[in-house]
């Protein structure tokens, strides 16, 4: 530890205590002790007085010894900085002193400071330092079912490996948004600070960043300035914390009409954004959820890099069985052919459940060999999804729907009417929005969708 750092953590220590950082005479009387000066050699330096030097030196070793609980005078001042930095190797910049980080000079994070503006929770106990959180915008958790697997790799990314930022992706309805909740829930204790953010209004990085501001300096006056635009002050806050923010309905922030993933106009700001998340050095993890990824992060997913993508499927046979349970669907008539009919996707399956439960249990006796039935609600879905694609997607999309089987990329070359730079990046993207699973080089795309285009 370097004298500077040691100067910092003294100073962020006068400052968690004070409000204040040191001033020039207090840091010239510390980085003097620290090198062995005595208080006349400081004063002759400065060109002050030796009883100034004194009283200032005798004011900090009572601000740092009511601070850290010990005693602290100018003899053992170098050794206690070394301690300290020592019991905290494995924290960021060795600036962790009772549980708050104050890194970038910042108005330290508070959490038991009330926020009028928003609902949020503090929980405490007196080991753990409070858990400052703003769930308000998360969805309350139903029935879950399954995903057991999936939940301990979350988990495993998250607390183990700390993983910087964790894609969360699958076709709507999947069960994106419930499964994070349930995570959320089950995690949320080894954060400092928690936050679930939806998208769905899209909002600009600069308003992002203002709620993320609000939430975590909630004693701020909001007539003062906001943060600049910009990614560099956020990630500040991810350093200082360890947080855990969800973004919810990230697709919200791209282009219809576009490839997969491509920010719509006054969002592309965003993508330095992510990039900070993945590339600085932070404690913090973002959960980004959608059915549609940024480019940048939908070709990450190697070992090496702190960002994971989990493209969900559909939940097994089991949690399947027990969603239509819950429409007083048991035993059905035609159960095996609902279930794989819907792929195991949650919203489809509770849609259809909904539907025969609503008409009466013959309904699936009626189109015994045609098991995917279309109610509006999933249409309603499937349209939105539709008219977010491109044209060259388009076209692919109604080709693979005319197969009952999956094809190859051969087949498809001959197929459709478009260069082959073009098929391939109309199916990368569709991949990259779940619309379509490629296994052992064949595609084909879900077949409640295939129905709908069939349908058009
Ligand atoms: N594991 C699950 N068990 C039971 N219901 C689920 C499960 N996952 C999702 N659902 C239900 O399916 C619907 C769609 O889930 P949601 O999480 O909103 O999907 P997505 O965010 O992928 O669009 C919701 O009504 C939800 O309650
Ligand atoms: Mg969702």
């Known amino acids: 530890m370097n004298l500077k750092e040691m100067l910092q953590l003294a100073d962020q220590i006068v400052f968690t205590k004070t409000g204040q950082h040191l001033d020039d005479l207090q840091a010239a009387v510390l980085r003097g002790t620290l090198q062995g000066q005595i208080y006349k050699k400081i004063a002759r330096d400065l060109d002050c007085s030796e009883s100034s ?31 300290l930095q020592s019991s905290n190797a494995n924290v960021l910049n060795f600036s962790r002193v009772n549980n708050i980080f104050n890194i970038c000079g910042d108005t330290p994070h508070s959490p038991n400071i009330p926020n009028s503006n928003r609902p949020t929770e503090q929980t405490s106990n007196s080991q753990q330092p409070p858990i400052h959180q ?81 939430f975590f300096s909630p004693s701020e006056n909001p007539d003062t300035p906001k943060i600049k635009s910009g990614p560099l002050p956020l990630i500040k806050y991810l350093q200082k914390s360890r947080c855990l923010v969800v973004l919810d309905d990230a697709h919200h922030l791209f282009s219809s009409g576009e490839l997969a993933g491509k920010y719509k106009a006054g969002y592309e700001d965003y993508r330095s954004f992510f990039q900070q998340v993945e590339k600085l050095y932070h404690q913090s993890c973002f959960v980004l959820i959608g059915w549609e990824l940024p480019r940048e992060v939908a070709k990450e997913n190697s070992q090496t890099t702190p960002i994971k993508i989990l493209q969900l499927a559909g939940v097994d046979r089991e949690a399947g069985r027990a969603i239509l349970r819950d429409y007083g669907l048991a035993n059905l008539k035609n159960e095996s052919a609902l279930l794989d009919g819907y792929q195991g996707n949650p919203f489809w399956l509770k849609s259809v459940a ?85 296994q052992d080089n064949l595609y084909r795309i879900y077949r409640a969708f295939g129905q709908y285009i069939a349908g058009l």
């Not at 900090?60 to 070394?82: A, D, P, Q, Y």
């Not at 939940?151 to 994106?176: F, P, Y």
């Not at 491109?390 to 190859?408: D, F, H, T, W, Y």
Request: net charge negative; proline share 4%; charged share 25%.
């Open 53 to 83: 030097v004194r009283n200032a030196g005798s004011q900090l070793w009572r601000i740092l010894s009511e601070e850290l609980g010990e005693e602290v005078s100018k003899t053992n001042f170098r050794s206690t900085m070394e301690r």
């Open 354 to 438: 909904s539907l025969i439960q609503e008409v009466g249990l013959g309904v699936t006796d009626l189109f015994p060999n045609h098991p995917i039935l279309l109610p509006e609600d999933l249409k309603d879905v499937f349209q939105e999804q539709w008219e977010r694609l491109s044209e060259i997607e388009k076209q692919v999309m109604c080709r693979l729907a005319q197969e009952s089987e999956p094809v190859n990329l051969a087949k498809l070359l001959e197929n459709v009417t478009m260069p082959p730079s073009d098929l391939l990046n109309a199916l990368q993207s569709l991949s990259r929005r779940c619309l379509i699973e490629k």
């Open 134 to 214: 703003d769930l308000s915008e998360m969805p309350e958790l139903g029935a879950f079912y399954g995903r057991t697997g999936e939940l301990e790799n979350l988990t495993n990314w998250i607390l183990q490996q700390s993983c910087r930022l964790i894609a969360l992706t699958g076709i709507s309805g999947i069960g994106k948004t419930t499964l994070a909740v349930k995570l959320v829930q089950q995690i949320k204790d080894e954060f400092e600070c928690v936050i679930w953010c939806s998208l769905e209004a899209s909002p600009t990085l600069a308003e992002f960043q203002d709620r993320l501001h609000h």
